[in-house]
């Protein structure tokens, strides 16, 4: 009797909790859920802005591009996402690899140069960002830099080096060290780094940045823009850190894009492919230019660069192309097996 | 001051013989409840098997048996060994002073040993990181972990100090027994489940930690699930290690299960027997001071002392401000919710397996403890892919999934706490009750709860500290647009705004000491419990 009861309340309570959920649920039209795997600064002036212009509201999730890599192929076709923004390629490739990303608009497409895109359409560049070095001016001349990615495995270089090998900004240079000297060069060149960095090794390149800064490690490898943003954070006064540039065409030196893509799931595909060419609108484009950012705009026709950076067209990067970047399983592997990752 | 009328030691009462109300066979709700928690809790589980059986064997193989996963286990496994033994000893003798000893502060005491389970792992490693750059490594690993997660031990085992039978001791040192010797075998075998209990959950929560060892580079299994999930998206050889993972974990339970025994040490009531005369500590007391104080400014000073300095730095940052009131609520609101939801849950099951202790009853509570030993990112996407492909999406990113994500994680926190308090609350008292006509929900409303209201506060208090510091199952299944103070912690750290990080940590800290504190002064208010130093 009194579990009867007891069962009943349970129930009413069940009942009434999936309904409450059922009513929130429910997006209204005009709306669109992003899943921001891009740094929060990028993405916030991008979001404000697109509001303003069109009357779309836009949802933003943070994570890391990876953990929402895994989360959309889990979601599968019930994802509540409909644009998915990353900082690095190789989540954008694996999702297209998994069938999840909708053909982009053909005009979308043609703002950016095809080689910062998706061959087969499913996402699009929307900015770039090149690695670098950076090290702590106090503990090294610029003079005493090597010119190549692979000095860095120079013995002197022991117990000075920082690494963030988790950080998805290292994986390209590996795939493009692998690309020109091939695997068992590639992994001896790892295992020398690995020696040198010691214990200097970093969950992300925020950290790396700042541990050279201030003199923890003596260099390290990065894209340029956290030390731009770093420089926001600690004030001119507060560095003690410079940038170098490899030699042109350095498998070290490559410039890695940031991308957007529209969920197949999508229920709201057509503000989805809205936001999107926002995203690399002449707008949108000005916005990542001139905001905190500090990446590359990377649209035919914006040739903006964010404050006290070399052009876009100044630079000169190695040939790597995003379909050679792909997923970066050749890296991962060869990252996994001399036990950095 | 205590008559000493009921100095005489407790009648021990032996359930495992003598059925809950003459009954031999359980009764069938209580069944059907705990078998339905278990259900829910070994979701997880089947995901893990689903995912993992889709690339066969062939592919899985190399994984599983390459070099890298021999490393992995020591590194596992010694930490494990290592940290939980840590634990077990300052857990034990920290809540023994506190319960048992005339140390001056006990009750500030009893609060600050308890916070440091309420500052989340990765602030506790970023904390001595940002202090001491060259914490890393094996010894780095132990002393965060440990420093961490010791109140896992501390709590159940000071709750049942607080519960046992202080007679039992006088009686052995009246036999002509020792100082040392009675609190090995009486006081420590007093305590032995919840030790055990304790000691569990902390390998559990060793074994399936990330952040912290992320940020001190020292690899495990679970980092390494993680890079196989984050780094090389695949999904399937993240789940094969997370099976290792689990495995680990049984041989975990199945040692745990075999030093458990079948002794059980009750007391006649909270009521009737007669409170402990404190431990005079003397001469000890200044090293016994000095230690606790090592021990808050190791496990809260280091973290709380690079929050303060952070607090205080004033620097800018590129990132948008957020709210911090209704990161607050919502994490609130959350943990709390979850909290009570693990702990009704972990009633059935507790009652089950100490009331009616057999096979299939033992599985069941067995069972539930597994999860623990599962990453949060893994429980999450399997919430993630049971509520798509099999709900329609129901409840996905609703703050009940997420209520119900928290609950499944730290339900076993729950259950060790239920647990440990029904095995000490006599039968003969429900007996009595049912004897006098009152009908089962009327007895356990009336007698049961009342008895282990102790062990559901401390469950409570546990599940409600591990949920607000949660953080990688929550960025994949909160509503969009909501932020937990956690979160919002998360966003400015990974992008080193810590100045402002600093007021999120602080806050959940503080939010974290709330039931710790609310705890302390409960107990210290129940009856009997004001004792003559």
């Known amino acids: ?341 | 001051m205590t008559s000493t009328l009921e100095a005489a030691p407790a009648p021990v009462d032996r359930p495992a013989e003598r059925p809950a109300a003459g009954r031999r066979h359980p009764p069938r709700v209580l069944q059907v409840l705990a078998a339905a928690v278990a259900v829910v809790l070994l979701l997880p589980l089947a995901f893990l098997v689903v995912e993992a059986v889709q690339d066969g064997w062939s592919t899985l193989s190399p994984i599983l048996f390459r070099q890298l996963t021999a490393t992995l286990l020591w590194n596992t496994v010694s930490l494990t060994v290592v940290v939980t033994t840590l634990c077990a000893v300052i857990g034990t003798l920290a809540a023994w002073c506190v319960e048992r000893t005339d140390v001056p502060g006990r009750r500030i005491w009893a609060v600050l040993v308890v916070v440091p389970v309420g500052i989340p792992d990765f602030a506790v490693a970023f904390g001595w990181k940002s202090v001491f750059p060259s914490v890393g490594g094996f010894g780095g690993a132990v002393l965060v972990m440990t420093v961490a997660v010791y109140p896992l031990v501390f709590l159940p085992v000071a709750a049942s100090l607080r519960g046992a039978d202080p007679g039992q001791e006088d009686v052995a040192r009246s036999l002509g027994v020792g100082r040392f010797r009675t609190f090995w075998r009486v006081t420590v075998g007093q305590a032995r489940l919840a030790i055990l209990g304790g000691s569990v959950l902390v390998a559990l929560v060793v074994l399936a930690e990330y952040g912290a060892f992320e940020i001190l580079g020292f690899r495990t299994f679970t980092t390494e699930i993680f890079s196989e999930y984050l780094t090389a998206f695949n999904t399937p050889a993240g789940c094969a290690l997370s099976l290792v993972l689990v495995l680990l974990s049984v041989g975990i339970l199945l040692g745990e299960g075999a030093l458990r025994g079948r002794g059980r040490a009750t007391r006649i009531g909270p009521m009737a027997a007669r409170v402990a005369r404190r431990h005079r500590l003397g001469r000890a007391r200044v090293p016994v001071l000095g230690a606790f104080v090592l021990l808050v400014a190791l496990a809260l000073g280091v973290p709380l002392g690079a929050i303060g300095y952070w607090l205080f730095q004033s620097a800018s940052s590129t990132l948008p401000s957020a709210s911090l009131g209704s990161a607050a609520w919502h994490t609130a609101v959350y943990g709390g919710s979850a909290a009570l939801v693990a702990t009704v849950a972990a009633l059935p099951v507790a009652l089950l397996s100490v009331r009616w202790p057999g096979r299939s009853t033992m599985a069941i509570e067995r069972s539930t403890y597994l999860v623990l030993a599962m990453p949060g990112l893994v429980i999450a996407l399997a919430l993630t892919y049971f509520s798509n492909n099999l709900a329609n999406g129901f409840l996905y990113q609703s703050p009940y999934l997420l209520i119900g994500a928290y609950a499944i994680m730290f339900f076993p926190l729950a259950l060790v706490a239920v647990r440990s308090s029904v095995a000490r609350a006599p039968v003969s008292y429900e007996e009595i009750g049912r004897s006098l006509g009152r009908g089962r929900l009327q007895v356990l409303w009336s007698v049961t709860l009342p008895l282990i209201a102790p062990g559901l506060a401390a469950a409570f208090s546990l599940v409600f500290l591990e949920a607000v510091t949660e953080l990688t199952a929550t960025l994949v299944l909160i509503p969009t647009n909501a932020q937990t103070l956690a979160t919002q912690f998360w966003i400015f750290q990974n992008n080193l705004a810590y100045h402002q990080a600093a007021p999120y940590a602080a806050l959940m800290i503080l939010v974290a000491a709330v039931p710790s504190v609310v705890l302390g002064r409960w107990f210290d208010r129940m009856p009997g419990a004001r004792v003559p130093a």
């Open chain 1, 1 to 341: 009797m009194e579990s009867r009861r007891l069962a009943g309340v349970v129930a009413a309570v069940v009942v009434a909790g999936g309904l409450l959920a059922a009513c929130g649920a429910g997006t209204e039209a005009g709306s669109i859920t992003l899943y921001n795997g891009q740094h929060p600064q990028t993405t916030q002036a991008l979001v404000t802005a697109f509001e303003q212009k069109t009357g779309i509201s836009v949802a933003v999730r943070n994570d890391d591009e990876d953990v929402f890599a895994n989360q959309l192929v889990a979601e599968g076709s019930h994802s509540p996402a409909d644009v998915i923004y990353t900082e690095n390629s190789p989540a954008l490739e694996f999702l297209q690899a998994k069938s999840l990303l909708a053909k982009l608009a053909p005009t979308t497409l043609a703002q950016v140069p095809a080689r910062f895109s998706s061959s087969d359409g499913r996402w699009v560049g929307v900015s770039a960002r090149v690695s670098v070095m950076v090290f702590n001016t106090d503990l090294v001349r610029r003079d005493q830099l090597p010119t190549s990615v692979l000095g860095l495995a120079n013995p002197k270089w022991r117990g000075k080096l920082a690494l963030a090998p988790s950080e998805t900004d290292f994986q390209p240079i590996v795939t493009s060290v692998i690309r020109t000297y091939g695997v068992a060069a590639a992994r001896r060149w790892l295992l020398a780094l690995k020696a040198n960095a010691a214990s200097h090794t970093y969950p992300d390149n925020e950290t790396l940045v700042t541990a050279v800064n201030n003199g923890q490690a003596a260099l390290g490898v990065i894209n340029q823009y956290y030390w731009y943003r770093e420089q926001v954070d600690v004030g001119p006064a507060g560095m003690h850190s410079s940038l170098a540039y490899f030699k042109p065409g350095d498998p070290g030196y490559v410039l890695d894009v940031s991308g957007a893509a529209v969920l197949m799931s999508s229920a709201h595909k057509a503000d989805a492919q809205r936001f999107v060419a926002f995203l690399v609108s002449p707008q949108g484009q000005a916005i990542i230019a001139h905001s905190d950012s500090f990446e590359y705009p990377i649209a035919k026709g914006s040739d903006a660069t964010p404050v006290g950076e070399i052009p876009l067209s100044g630079l000169q990067p190695n040939s790597i192309t995003v379909a050679e970047l792909g997923d970066g399983s050749a890296a991962l592997a060869l990252l996994q097996k001399v036990q950095l990752l």
